[in-house]
Nanobody, 124 residues
Framework: QLMESGGGLVQPGGSLTLSCAAS????????IGWFRQAPGKEREGVSY????????YNADSVKGRFSISRDNAKNTVYLQMNSLKAEDTAVYYC???????????????????WGQGTQVTVSS
């Protein structure tokens, strides 16, 4: 099971940190992706981390603003979001798969486990 937390309302230019906590399995043999979906838009892959070796990828839309990290001891993955824009408003989901991917990491069809999502709203 995966559970997201940390969403909320933030002003443009602000920051938020999302957490994805895993239960029932150890993250160190998994890949974790963050996806988001805004109303009327398709789901979009945002960030991905291989929890075994820490290799991370970010979508072009968030490069330089978002960073993903993991704490295997806490069985948790984090998404640090800085310089937030109105277009970052969406429901954010974390998703997991094993073994970790090394390519095509934002293909949602590969993921076995999904959290329930957390709302992020960027607005003044």
């Amino acid at each position: 099971q995966l559970m997201e937390s940390g969403g909320g309302l933030v002003q443009p230019g602000g920051s938020l940190t999302l957490s994805c906590a895993a239960s029932g399995f150890a993250l160190d043999s998994y890949g974790i992706g963050w996806f988001r979906q805004a109303p009327g838009k398709e789901r979009e892959g945002v960030s991905y981390i291989n929890c075994y070796d820490g290799t991370a990828y970010n979508a072009d839309s968030v490069k330089g603003r978002f960073s993903i990290s993991r704490d295997n001891a806490k069985n948790t993955v984090y998404l640090q979001m800085n310089s937030l824009k109105a277009e970052d408003t969406a429901v954010y989901y974390c998703a997991g798969l094993s073994p970790p991917l090394f390519r095509d990491v934002f293909n949602a069809d590969y993921y076995d486990y999904w959290g329930q999502g957390t709302q992020v709203t960027v607005s003044s």
